[in-house]
């Protein structure tokens, strides 16, 4: 007889699958302590990290606290404080409601816990590593919850090899900590890295919020939201469209104050915006649903970041109503105010009926523009003098004027030769002149440009010329870590957001490899010394190094490649010439020149064909066609 093949898993195995699922990185645990003690009801929450939480997590609130016998049991599988039974799963109103975040952090870590309740003198401290209670003690210390986890996948050492840099794993931080102070602006947050202070945010409202996250240049571009129905209840903010961004790195909705990820709600905001913001922007906004908790399913991953409506689309119709409605009533869109005429009123000075004088005309009663040149002397001067502004009466117009304005082959050859008739010249040297001519490129629609060739013609989208070429001299410099640079003339200061400031950190070697000489002045800012010289005179630095930081977050989220790869291809993007730009015909031959002289001059950057050619066949087959 064959033994039962099925049993139940150790609670220290079943905690580490848990955690597979729940921490995935040290923004995960982050994500869920800081939860833990909103829902302690605190006001003041601290985080401390080292080695982007690799070597240290430690989260301090001055919440509820916890009992001797809660310290110990919220170490345990699916043990909460949140939910008492089934019912309440249809009105949460918490942040954590499993019962899995604290027992899947205890197995993979070292974790130390101080908690005190304000009507207990004592408080209690817990160790536990790796599920194990190693002890448990009485102790004075602060009312509230201090919880530190350190040596984050200590057990599970293939799980620590995959984690990413520490600047990366500290932008993943930064992100959390954002998503969970913008939800909550009524809870003083800090945040602390290495010993450094990357955020101390104040009890405020959430305007005041967005500023400190992002800088101070968002006090200008937030347009507010606010809609109350019998069904839900918006409030918030949305970008004004001419500061919509390439990465949709900026965009929050919160639902009962939870941050969620949600494509359909964001379909509603994105087709507000339909009509006054191009398909390849993405614009700006935080916006906070209140909703009854009945109505909505948030029980659907482990993250929590999905829910699922009862009604989405009477909710979907409600959110681009509203956000549309505050776009035109902020003046997003152009509108015409009648009742606005009094306030010129002010610009005009009341004076007395006597002091006001007519105004005087002077004028020459004697001019006549129609004279004849055998009119009198005096009229042709005064023409001259009061009305021809200069011009002498005696320049008269060409009888050949039309022929001015021909355009000669010579002209469009744009070629310098030498003043020679052309029948004195010699066959071979008129023959190299017509070749000349006929082969000159020129631009359609300020897009394309074409050249012919012996087989037919080519056409030739010039930005994705433009940034394939850039894109390999850019790949290059990075392997020789050797960029042309051209000096600025006055340095330039950029300031950027804290996640944006983790990101140029991680890049900056890279970045001055490529030609950018840049040095950091303070947490955020840096001052710009100097760009790539490949990267010309139409852009500034300021736009140069911020379109550059948003392509190489775009491109990150759309394919794997290496972090060199990445900035070589952003960085062409952000400096290639637009669609639109006007070339003269020594920039389309230098163009066409140095995309032959690329490894790959057929494909662009995103895989599409940048040159399309037209034979003489194909052109005769078209023509040969009968309608």
Not at 277 to 302: G, R
Request: proline share 5%.
């Amino acid at each position: 007889m064959t033994s039962d093949i099925i049993q139940l898993l150790p609670d220290a195995v079943a905690n580490q699958i848990a955690a597979g699922e729940v921490v995935q990185r040290p923004a995960s645990a982050v994500k869920e302590l800081v939860e833990n003690a909103i829902d302690a009801g605190a006001d003041q929450i601290k985080l401390i990290v080292k080695d982007a939480g690799k070597s240290l997590i430690q989260v301090i609130d001055n919440g509820c606290g916890m009992s001797v016998t809660d310290a110990r049991l919220c170490f345990e599988r699916h043990a909460t404080s949140k939910i008492r039974k089934a019912e309440d799963l249809f009105a949460i109103r918490t942040m954590g409601f499993r019962g899995e975040a604290m027992a899947s952090i205890a197995a993979i870590a070292h974790v130390e816990l101080r908690s005190r309740r304000v009507e207990d003198e004592l408080g209690t401290i817990v160790q536990i590593e790796g599920s194990t209670v190693l002890d448990q003690y009485p102790e004075n210390i602060p009312a509230g919850t201090n919880i530190c986890i350190k040596n984050l996948f200590y057990n599970i050492p293939a799980r620590r090899n995959f984690l990413k840099s520490n600047a990366v794993e500290m932008r993943h931080i930064i992100d959390e900590f954002q998503r969970v102070a913008l939800a909550h602006p009524e809870i003083s947050f800090s945040l602390h890295s290495d010993g450094n202070e990357v955020f101390r945010l104040p009890k405020e409202v959430l305007k005041q919020r967005i500023v400190h996250l992002f800088g101070n240049s968002y006090n200008q571009r937030l347009v507010p939201v606010e809609e109350d129905t019998t069904i839900l209840r918006i409030q918030g903010f949305v970008g004004k469209p001419e500061f919509a961004k390439k990465t949709r790195g900026e965009q929050f909705f919160f639902v009962n104050k939870r941050f969620v990820k949600d494509p359909y709600l964001n379909h509603a905001v994105m087709n507000a915006f339909e009509d006054i913001l191009p398909s390849d922007s993405f614009p700006f906004y935080v916006l906070c649903i209140d909703i009854d908790p009945a109505k909505i399913d948030i029980n659907v991953h482990p993250t929590k970041t999905e829910i699922k409506y009862e009604d989405e689309k009477s909710i979907y119709a409600i959110l681009r109503s509203a956000v549309k409605r505050s776009l035109g009533r902020y003046n997003i869109a152009p509108t015409l105010d009648f009742n606005q005429e009094t306030s010129f009123n002010h610009m005009i000075s009341q004076k007395p009926l006597d002091e006001i004088q007519a105004p005087t005309i002077t004028f020459n009663p004697s001019f006549n523009p129609f004279e004849s040149e055998g009119g009198s002397s005096t009229r042709t001067s005064t023409r001259s003098a009061d009305y021809a502004m200069g011009f002498e009466k005696k320049t008269a117009i060409p009888q050949n004027w039309d022929t001015l304005y021909q355009i000669t082959e010579q002209d469009n050859a744009a070629q310098q030769l030498p003043l020679i008739p052309t029948e004195e010249r010699e066959p071979a040297e008129q023959e190299e002149i017509k070749t000349r001519v006929v082969k000159q490129p020129f631009q359609l629609h300020n897009r394309y440009v074409v050249s012919q060739i012996h087989s037919g013609f080519m056409l030739i989208d010039q930005q994705a010329a433009h940034e394939r070429i850039l894109y390999e001299q850019f790949v290059e410099h990075l392997e020789r870590q050797q960029g042309l640079s051209q000096q600025s003339l006055f340095p330039q200061t950029i300031e950027l957001s804290n996640s944006d400031a983790a990101l140029m950190q991680e890049i900056l070697p890279d970045i001055q490899s490529l030609g950018f000489q840049l040095r950091p002045f303070g947490k955020t800012t840096y001052i710009v010394d100097g760009i790539p010289a490949d990267v010309g005179n139409h852009l500034n630095e300021t736009t140069v190094i911020e379109q550059l930081l948003e392509d190489f977050k775009n491109n990150k989220d759309e394919l794997k490649m290496s972090k060199r790869e990445n900035l070589a291809k952003s960085l062409a993007r952000s400096a290639a010439l637009k669609t639109g730009t006007a070339l003269d015909h020594a920039s389309m031959a230098d163009l066409i020149d140095k995309l032959f002289a690329c490894a790959v001059p057929n494909i662009s950057l995103q895989g599409k064909p940048i040159i399309i050619t037209f034979t003489l066949q194909e052109l005769a087959e078209r023509f040969a066609k009968t309608l």
